[in-house]
């Protein structure tokens, strides 16, 4: 097959919407692209945010990827389409839904349309904290210890905590669910037709950085492990699956429905799903022992290193380390950061907090300027807040932030973990607080590659993607001086959709590795921040306050739950 007249197409599902791209195999060239904002989620509907409960629905996935391939395929004209060959998806993760035995999401399924339990447990999703709590605490029963290619400890952000919290809490969803279902395994899934969930291709992404599944013990561990932790588990892993695959093969060929809906060939190959940021990494050409950063409402820190140099070597406080997760024949290690980008848009929300509930009741402008005031100010916050932060010195005692405002995922898991302020005075104003907690996500990554070099897995360099590594040069260089470390900035702006792009082609048959693949397809990189040696020895004295701060906040946490704890049991006697 000649590459120049091969298109496949990428689709990134995000947090907020779905960007889908066509990409001509041949140099990697975006020839269309478009975005779609999820209606139901933009409307937070079926999220409580005071409860930690973040749920989307099906039927917004379903129409982004609808909307959003049609408009590239018109974009890009009949020829293109003609020359599809391929499509891959990436998708948050873990990001579950309830089934039935067809595979369909229980909230496609009448009685279920308006039920949070039966859509999809989007990643930031926290309602499991008790659940995570009680996995950990049950794998230290055990001989064989099932959490340690996830760093040790379980999160509440991951599959089968989500699961056990929603057969808990649902008994319409306990009686109806057959299986559960990552997103990136289902889209696939859908694409093809599937109807019966015993026969989707389920992802190493997904099986092994979240789902607990390991060659070493023969898929998913026993059912003895789960049935003692919750009878609800009793026979659940003979409903999921015991084969995985790398995302360079195909899922199968496009549906004879989907075919006519998207205006494509019915010989299109679908190719096995994958997390978002295993292949924004591949789209950002990830070399072994660089740390790539996708870097959106969360980071996802990606490491790939060849399996015979890191073979036996187990890096505590995770969120895995999984062969062929990213590149197949490769160790793929995980790590991340739970909140970086949304951390900038609570501290934007914060400060928008009058305009909102107060200039919105103005009797002096009428409505209509009053939206606009507020989107123009919204629009102008943080791009004037990061100009004022970047002219203040690099001070060893201003003031000091921690970033675990929506938990910690790593190093060491914890989603109880909260945020904090300290060094506040009558002098502090809102840039100063903006640059502590763009400093505050900056220590946050440090922490990660600390925790790596630490454990015999070094990082050489930094690579970094998304949409703040794109649009803010302030952070960027924070970033390099906090980790007295370069930062190459991807030039694509969809990195994530190019990846699966790379993958879909790989999967076709276009080529014959995803290496390949990247050196074919890969943009390269348009911009690399370098430390600055006067900041770096501040940067360092200030991230050990850091560390100090976190220690603090992290013993008043658990003392709070010791007592919590304490107070149940004397009640219950």
């Not at 939206?371 to 102008?380: M, P, R």
């Not at 010195?393 to 909260?418: F, K, S, Y």
């Not at 763009?438 to 050489?460: D, S």
Request: with cysteine; aromatic share 10%; hydrophobic share 40%.
């Amino acid at each position: 097959m000649i590459a120049s007249e091969s298109y496949v197409i990428g689709v990134d599902y995000g947090s907020d919407s779905v960007r889908t791209i066509i990409v001509d195999t041949a140099n990697g060239n975006e020839v269309a692209s478009a975005v779609f904002y999820y209606p139901r989620w933009k409307e937070q509907q079926f999220c409580n945010a005071s409860l930690n409960r973040f749920r989307q629905h099906p039927l917004d996935y379903i129409e982004g990827l609808e909307d959003t391939i049609k408009r590239c395929v018109l974009q890009a004209g009949t020829e293109v389409a003609a020359n599809v060959k391929a499509i891959s998806i990436d998708t948050t993760g873990s990001t579950p839904v309830a089934v039935d035995k067809t595979g369909t999401p229980l909230a496609l399924i009448h009685g279920f349309e308006n039920n949070p339990n039966a859509m999809f447990v989007l990643w930031k999703d926290h309602t499991s904290v008790d659940e995570a709590a009680e996995i950990n605490a049950h794998a230290q029963k055990f001989d064989t210890n099932y959490l340690q290619f996830v760093g040790g400890i379980y999160s509440s952000e991951w599959f089968w905590a989500k699961l056990l919290h929603v057969l808990r809490e649902d008994e319409q969803v306990r009686n109806a669910i057959y299986s559960f279902v990552e997103h990136c395994d289902w889209i696939p899934f859908l694409l093809t037709g599937g109807n019966d969930v015993s026969k989707m291709k389920r992802g190493v992404c997904s099986a092994g950085h979240k789902i607990l599944w390991a060659k070493e013990w023969g898929g998913l561990p026993p059912n003895d492990w789960f049935a003692s932790l919750d009878p609800l588990l009793d026979g659940f892993t003979e409903r999921l699956f015991k084969d995985t695959y790398t995302s360079d093969q195909a899922a199968g060929t496009i549906s004879k429905e989907w075919a006519s809906r998207l205006g494509l060939h019915e010989d299109v190959v679908i190719g096995v799903g994958a997390f978002d940021a295993h292949m924004g990494a591949v789209g950002g050409q990830i070399e072994p022992y660089y740390l790539s950063k996708v870097m959106g409402t969360s980071t996802c820190d990606i490491l790939v290193a060849p399996i015979d140099e890191v073979e036996g070597k187990l890096v505590a406080g995770i969120c895995g380390q999984v062969p062929g997760s990213v590149i197949p024949n490769m160790l793929g290690m995980e790590a991340g950061q739970s909140a970086f980008g949304d951390a900038y848009a609570w501290f934007k929300k914060i400060l928008t907090w009058p305009l909102q509930n107060i200039l919105a009741k103005s009797s002096i402008v009428s409505a209509e300027v009053v939206k606009q005031l507020v989107e123009e100010t919204a629009d102008k916050i943080i791009p004037e807040l990061s100009r004022q932060a970047a002219a203040f010195p690099v001070e060893e005692h201003a003031e000091l932030a921690i970033d675990w405002l929506n938990g910690r995922r790593t190093p060491d898991a914890n989603q109880l973990m909260t945020g904090a302020f300290t060094g506040l005075d009558f002098g502090t104003d809102a840039p100063r607080m903006f640059r502590a907690i763009v400093e505050a996500t900056c220590f946050g990554a440090k922490a990660i590659v600390e925790r790596f070099n630490e454990q015999g897995v070094p990082v050489r360099g930094l690579i970094g993607m998304g949409g703040v590594a794109k649009k803010s040069p302030f952070i960027m260089q924070m970033m390099a001086d906090v980790m007295d470390m370069p930062i190459r900035i991807h030039k694509s702006e969809q990195t994530c959709a190019l990846g699966a792009a790379m993958f879909a082609a790989t999967a076709a048959g276009i080529f014959a590795r995803v290496e390949d693949a990247m050196d074919a397809m890969g943009q390269g990189f348009d911009a690399e921040y370098h430390p600055n040696p006067e900041n770096v020895p501040v940067y360092k004295k200030r991230y050990e306050k850091y560390k100090e701060l976190g220690g603090f906040i992290e013993q008043q946490i658990n003392v709070g739950e010791s007592k919590v704890a304490q107070q149940e049991i004397i009640a219950i006697a």
